[in-house]
């Protein structure tokens, strides 16, 4: 292409758009080809006077027609007229910018679009313009808090700072970074929730320092560069999703030596033992096993179910002492990788089981660290760690191994990207002295949501001692007083009977007779005792990393389960009595039962159940509960990466679990 105007006149705009200068001389416009992208030049001799590439038109070069004789040009700020000496010439210059626009437009796709698909970009985009969804990863306290106290515990490392907040959402992160003292956030969100974020900015008055940007990360240009950049782009098994590749790719605004929160994430991938999941999904194929199902044979499909069934990887929390072996951890930094390294993720396992068992299939969980100039913070999602929307994944080998205590095993996981944003699953576990091995292929995209709000349960075979003993030499060794043993009348859980009390004695358990601090209120909207911290919100060495191996007692709650309930050798205690509209407060000990129910209250039920009070974490109060204790916890959706669908699983709980070495 070789294209030659002559006579072309030039006008200068101003940023009103008003005439600064008008040129009567007369140059040549030439357009030609320089790496298959057509460049313009305006010239009168050898004096250049005007150069722009068609290639960057809709980024940096915006043209338009002005008239039948005329084209407008926008160039970095500045803006021009070009005046054609007849409409023949204005067209075939016409000609030449909208073949550039369209092969731009058809050849160039951004590094996002060239990795996914239409239709499940179309589905994530329009899940995430949802404010019920935004309010469920919001809603998740352990989430929302860690993230807070990791920048205002390091406002060194924002204040006065260029912020980039990627996939900004709701924009809560960038209200964090601003409240850490940072002076400018790009809030950059692609879905239609940029318009509700643009007007929380507006309603916080910071649109003077928050500009929200509705386009994908990949397809932005930002008038500098930045100083740190923020964003939670973990999905389930962290990479689910592949938000973390467009995370990564924002390292192009980055200014050198810039920071990234979270800066690392931990995949952790563990041994499991669990007959009843394996069964569970195992049976559900016998439903095609029937030969007249209204008359029809479903037999020939039943081995096809089987393989579909086990293919999804399962999405609740379980006890820790279900994996055999301690967990190997896959490690990435997110400063220094690449996005091209998340593309084929290959994980090798080495493992010494430290009990005997069948080995089902593998559990992960993640954990990430924010590590600033003044304090490292972690956020975990361990199964032994306050419950999140994140939950853990287990992945089904096809066929179980049985291992005995010491046994060597061997093996790799293998995670391949899709163009769905999500990940195929490779698992292979082997038994090097035997040659036993089993594996299977998963799909992260289809996940079989398993969680209930049911408290886990622990693994069979775990007790060496009488339970039942080992709980009343504990409970006697505490201070404990059982009956006839002197003192008033008592009811089995070391207090004494109402009925023995003067009228004036507060019937109200000591633990949760202390003062409370209104100043010390727990992110959705629990009360703490001023005498206890939060579980573990904000840790600041990883959790896994640093269990201390020993009991712990349980305590969550759910909608459908009691609240605070004391598991292990934790130490017990009553909650109170309820009345018609609320539960009665939470029991004293190291974890405690729930408030006993009176009237309409089930068991610290009505319409605001009592928690249980505990050291583990104070029992919260949620509206509507059926049964009290534990927070408010995130709502449930059913797609993606982030919580369950409502229709298979509870409003969850966050709860810190029982760990034996």
């Known amino acids: 292409m070789a294209i030659r105007l002559e006579g072309v006149q030039l006008t200068s705009l101003s940023d009103r758009g008003d005439v600064l200068q008008k040129s009567d001389q007369t140059f040549t416009l030439e357009v030609s080809n320089e790496n298959n992208v057509p460049v313009v030049r305006i010239h009168s001799g050898s004096h250049q006077v005007l150069r722009f590439s068609l290639g960057d038109c809709g980024s940096t070069v915006h043209v338009c027609p002005a008239g039948k004789s005329a084209f407008m040009v926008h160039i970095n700020g500045s803006s021009f007229i070009l005046h054609f000496q007849s409409e023949f010439e204005m067209t075939r210059f016409q000609n030449v910018v909208d073949g550039a626009q369209h092969d731009h437009q058809t050849k160039q796709k951004s590094v996002f679009e060239n990795r996914t698909e239409e239709a499940s970009a179309t589905?994530?985009?329009?899940?995430?313009?949802?404010?019920s969804q935004q309010q469920n990863m919001m809603q998740d306290y352990i989430r929302t808090s860690t993230y807070q106290k990791a920048m205002l515990q390091?406002?060194?490392?924002?204040?006065?700072?260029?912020?980039?907040?990627?996939?900004?959402?709701?924009?809560?992160?960038s209200f964090f970074a601003i409240q850490a003292g940072a002076s400018k956030v790009y809030a950059v969100e692609a879905s239609n929730i940029a318009a509700q974020a643009e007007l929380l900015v507006k309603a916080n008055r910071l649109s003077d320092r928050i500009t929200v940007i509705p386009k994908k990360i990949e397809e932005i240009n930002l008038p500098e560069e930045v100083d740190i950049i923020i964003s939670e782009p973990m999905g389930y098994m962290l990479?689910?999703?592949?938000?973390?590749?467009?995370?990564?790719?924002?390292?192009?605004?980055?200014?050198?030596?810039?920071?990234?929160f979270p800066t690392v994430g931990d995949l952790h991938v563990a041994p499991f033992s669990d007959d009843s999941l394996y069964m569970e999904q195992f049976n559900k194929a016998n439903f095609w096993y029937q030969q007249s199902f209204h008359g029809v044979n479903l037999t020939s499909l039943r081995e096809a179910a089987l393989q579909e069934f086990l293919r999804q990887p399962v999405v609740d929390t379980f006890d820790i002492r279900i994996c055999l072996a301690r967990s190997v951890k896959y490690t990435v930094n997110f400063e220094t990788a690449a996005e091209s390294d998340l593309h084929r993720i290959e994980i090798p396992l080495?493992?010494?089981?430290?009990?005997?068992?069948?080995?089902h299939g593998l559990a992960f969980w993640f954990d990430v660290a924010f590590h600033g100039s003044m304090q490292s913070v972690w956020l975990s999602t361990a199964p032994t760690e306050p419950l999140t929307h994140w939950y853990q994944v287990r992945c089904l080998l096809r066929s179980p191994l049985y291992v005995k205590h010491g046994q060597k095993l061997t093996g790799k996981v293998v995670l391949i990207a899709n163009k769905r944003q999500s990940y195929d699953i490779d698992i292979e576990l082997e038994c090097p002295r035997s040659g036993v091995r089993s594996t299977n292929r998963l799909?992260?995209?289809?996940?079989f949501f398993h969680y209930t709000g049911q408290p886990v349960q622990p693994p069979s075979g775990t007790y060496t001692t009488s339970p039942s003993e080992s709980y009343w030499n504990q409970y006697i060794s505490n201070g404990g007083s059982m009956e006839g043993n002197g003192g008033g009348h008592h009811n089995g859980y070391g207090g004494q009977d109402m009925a023995s009390l003067s009228p004036n004695t507060n019937v109200v358990p000591v633990a949760n007779a202390d003062p409370i601090s209104h100043t010390s209120v727990l992110p959705g909207g629990s009360a703490q005792h001023q005498y206890f911290m939060p579980s573990s919100v904000g840790m600041a060495t990883s959790s896994f990393q640093s269990l201390s191996y020993q009991q712990v007692g349980k305590h969550r709650g759910s909608r459908r389960s009691e609240g605070g309930r004391g598991g292990g050798n934790s130490y017990h205690g009553t909650g109170g009595t309820g009345s018609s509209n609320s539960g009665g407060s939470g029991g004293g000990g190291y974890s405690s039962h729930g408030g006993m129910q009176t009237q309409q209250s089930q068991r610290g039920g009505g319409s605001n159940g009592g928690g249980g009070g505990g050291y583990v974490s104070p029992g919260n109060m949620q509206p509507q509960s059926?049964?009290?204790g534990g927070g408010s916890g995130p709502l449930p959706n059913q797609r993606e990466g982030r919580g369950p669908p409502p229709s298979q699983m509870q409003n969850n709980r966050h709860d810190i679990r029982a760990l034996l070495s």
């Open 626 to 628: 059926q049964r009290g």
């Open 154 to 173: 390091n406002h060194e490392d924002f204040r006065n700072k260029v912020v980039l907040d990627v996939g900004a959402g709701s924009c809560i992160l």
């Open 350 to 359: 080495n493992y010494t089981t430290h009990q005997a068992g069948a080995i």
């Open 123 to 131: 589905q994530y985009f329009q899940f995430y313009g949802y404010l």
């Open 443 to 447: 799909d992260l995209k289809n996940p």
């Open 239 to 260: 990479f689910n999703e592949r938000m973390l590749e467009s995370y990564m790719h924002a390292k192009k605004w980055l200014k050198p030596g810039g920071k990234m």
